[in-house]
């Protein structure tokens, strides 16, 4: 197509040779002379702005990619690709820049000798100097690129199939796979990736093992080499196992690649761009490495090969956690299975073999080494024999001491369980066997004051016959239910609602280690003195802390997948301070520390956020007066507060309906008086935006870091916080808005 500019220079043209010949239409012709020799060609006119329905790519916040057809020619000629670019109102866009979008293409083929199937691109580069080291995308400029001005466009590949040096074997009847990426524009939605057949048809042979929304769940949006890929299904086009990092010489298949990030293998490092080396030896995952199905979900339609993990046992994947780290003493990583070694001695040349020990039928040790049964969590296993229940609280008034009535039950068996008599929870030594009931007031913002506790904490009441203590009495006519008194009485300052909590870990033998093993903590609400009981409110989901913990078990097991009991002791009257002694106090000072949950848990998750203008480091002194800093860089987005939070839970509130956070409990741990307080919406901002400029920006609209409580732990405070006005649900500061929390998906 002609572009506006080339046509307007041959109109000028045109005209000037009208005018010319004008000039001279006077004078003798005369004869014709010989024709010239041919001059060279000049080079091509610059394109103009392109005309159609389109709108221009430039005024767009989002880009929509559709791939509508990719044609090869038989015999594997230049693939021409049909795309479409929208915004959100379903606009074309038109005017971009070829040199702007990039193409991958890669073939799948099937596994040999037992191995898994493999993607192969046809596009590479050199890495450190190795010819076609690393698979590539192609630029847009690279081909013929053609914008017809309505948002659509044709890109013709730069060469035949057949002509890429390091690509695979062309095979028109083999699926293949397209991806997309826009740079120097706005976000892109997807990476656009089609697999298709260039001979025709639907593919029949797939390679889905892990999609977005396993990633998402924990990384909130996956952005990776500058922003521009987020798909899963469009990093395998290049992380297949035909490329390599150069200068290290390691693989950056997928499956090796995230395998070994996520177990933060020792030896394992990758040259980036600009030559930054990236070594994850010092990543924690946030779960156990056995959970394979937290990223492999064979329930979900969108994977249909994630059962892979279990029955394509190959050297490759299960080499990346199982090598030899030159560590005896860790117990998983202990033998080379990439490189052939093996346990039992075995001489593994091919990954024929591994199927028939490891695959699900094998009956081999019993089955004990079927992949699945070998990555089972045996304390997740025996979780599921215990379900504590509170049945019956009596006495809740002031002046009275409660008494709370429990059982622990077996719900895959129907029975219950002797806590005074049975192993499970008699296995005192080591403190292997625990239980505990709480009472905690009240449910407005826990204060526990007058619980007798130190440092704000519920009164505990102890039901297991261990170290002297008599434990619960059986209640009569109720076999497997037993009650517990509490030895401190309902103080008279107490209103409202009390929770009543459970949380402990029985003991079980698993192949002669004894296990603490974690089970879900329950809370009971119950009003005080008659009053109607009110649950404290949820602002967080549990499911959210599992996306990436999977089951969140603190303190020794004791604590576990229940933050509403966990905000009974982390309550804003609380620090460290019954903890702040030697050694803790050896490494990280006096000072106490908050570890209220809407301070601390923000604090954790930001402390590794420097770089980012976010955060710092996070102190706290733990049991047996251990030191704990958090410098963490969580693999979510902390702007993302529906990473954790329910939706419409993190708005400002009302500083006079929910407390202050304690920072230093002051020279008598046991009032809140002398106490050091934030005020409460300052308290949670704080946490995270921790600059100068955003500190006087929180004193100069009601923000106190230096407030004070009253005996019932209400806030004294010089200011009046109105975070609301701006940063209020639907304001011009929308928390949500400023924080983008639309633009990430939703859990």
Request: proline letters at 6%; charged letters at 15%.
């Amino acid at each position: 197509m002609a572009s506006f500019k080339n046509s307007f220079s041959r109109i000028a043209t045109l005209m000037f040779l009208s005018l010319v010949l004008a000039a001279c239409s006077g004078g003798d012709d005369g004869s014709a002379g010989a024709t010239g020799a041919t001059g060279p060609v000049g080079p091509p006119g610059s394109p103009g702005p392109s005309t159609g329905s389109g709108v221009p790519i430039g005024s767009t916040t989002n880009i929509n990619i559709a791939v509508s057809g990719v044609v090869i020619a038989a015999g594997g000629g230049a693939p021409v690709v049909s795309v479409t670019l929208t915004n959100d109102l379903e606009q074309g866009l038109k005017d971009l820049p070829a040199g702007d979008i990039r193409f991958t293409l890669a073939q799948l083929s099937p596994g040999v000798d037992g191995g898994s199937s493999e993607w192969q691109s046809y596009i590479t580069r050199s890495s450190a100097g190795i010819a076609d080291a690393q698979a590539d995308a192609e630029r847009g400029s690279a081909g013929t690129f053609v914008d017809n001005g309505d948002g659509t466009y044709q890109y013709t590949f730069a060469n035949n199939l057949t002509d890429y040096p390091a690509g695979p074997v062309f095979d028109g009847a083999k699926t293949h796979r397209l991806g997309i990426e826009i740079r120097g524009q706005a976000p892109i939605s997807s990476n656009g990736i089609i697999d298709f057949v260039p001979v025709g048809g639907t593919p029949l042979f797939e390679r889905k093992i892990v999609d977005n929304g396993t990633c998402n769940a924990c990384h909130d949006r996956l952005e990776f080499h500058g922003g521009p890929r987020t798909d899963v299904d469009y990093c395998v086009t290049c992380h297949n196992p035909s490329s390599l990092d150069g200068d290290t010489g390691n693989g950056v298949d997928m499956k090796r690649l995230i395998h070994n990030i996520h177990s933060a293998r020792a030896d394992y490092q990758i040259v980036g761009f600009g030559g930054r080396v990236h070594d994850w030896t010092d990543l924690i995952w946030t779960q156990d490495i056995r959970n394979c199905t937290t990223c492999h979900e064979e329930d979900d339609l969108d994977t249909p090969q994630a059962s892979n993990w279990r029955l394509v046992p190959n050297r490759a994947a299960c080499g990346t956690c199982h090598y030899d780290d030159g560590d005896p003493a860790n117990g998983v990583h202990d033998y080379a299975i990439e490189n052939g070694e093996h346990p039992l001695a075995l001489l593994l040349t091919d990954d024929t073999q591994c199927l028939l020990c490891h695959g699900p039928d094998s009956t081999i040790a019993d089955g004990d080494v079927q992949i699945a049964r070998a990555h089972a969590i045996p304390t997740q296993i025996e979780s599921q024999r215990f379900q504590y229940n509170i049945e019956n609280v009596i006495d809740m008034a002031v002046g009275m001491a409660p008494t709370v009535e429990i059982s622990v039950t077996n719900p895959l068996a129907g029975t219950f369980y002797d806590i005074l008599n049975d192993v499970e929870f008699t296995t005192c030594a080591g403190g292997a066997s625990r239980l505990a009931v709480g009472i905690a007031w009240d449910t407005a913002d826990y204060t526990n004051t007058g619980s007798g506790a130190p440092a704000a904490q519920p009164i505990s009441l102890n039901p297991l016959a261990c170290f002297g203590n008599p434990g619960a009495t059986p209640v009569a006519g109720s076999p497997g239910v037993f009650s517990v008194t509490a030895g401190t009485p309902i103080p008279a300052s107490a209103i409202g609602t009390a929770a009543v909590t459970i949380d402990g870990h029985p003991a079980v033998d698993i192949d002669g280690v004894v296990n603490r093993i974690p089970v879900t903590n329950v809370v009971e609400y119950v009003g005080i003195d008659g009053a109607a009981a009110v649950a404290r409110r949820e602002v967080v989901d549990i499911v959210n802390c599992d996306n990436c913990h999977k089951e969140l078990s603190l303190h020794g097991n004791n604590r576990t997948d229940n933050p509403q009991v966990c905000v009974t002791c982390h309550n804003p009257n609380a620090t460290d301070v019954n903890r702040r002694n030697a050694p803790c106090t050896d490494t990280l000072g006096t000072d106490d520390t908050p570890i209220d949950f809407k301070f601390m848990i923000h604090a954790i998750h930001a402390s590794g956020h420097e770089s980012d203008g976010i955060g710092e480091p996070y102190n706290v002194c733990g049991f047996g007066n251990s030191a704990h800093t958090f410098d963490i860089v969580s693999p979510g987005k902390v702007e993302n507060c529906e990473g954790c939070h329910k939706q419409g839970t993190y708005f400002p509130v009302d500083p006079n309906a929910v407390l202050g956070t304690t920072v230093d409990a002051g020279a008598d741990p046991s009032t809140p008086v002398d106490d050091t307080v934030l005020s409460p919406n300052t308290a949670v901002c704080s946490a995270c935006h921790v600059s100068t400029v955003a500190t006087e920006h929180m004193v100069q609209n009601g923000g106190d870091f230096n407030a004070t409580k009253a005996a019932d732990s209400t806030l004294i405070s010089s200011g009046v916080e109105t975070c609301e006005l701006c940063h209020g649900e639907g304001r011009t500061a929308d928390v949500e808005v400023m924080h983008k929390v639309r633009d990430f998906p939703l859990n």
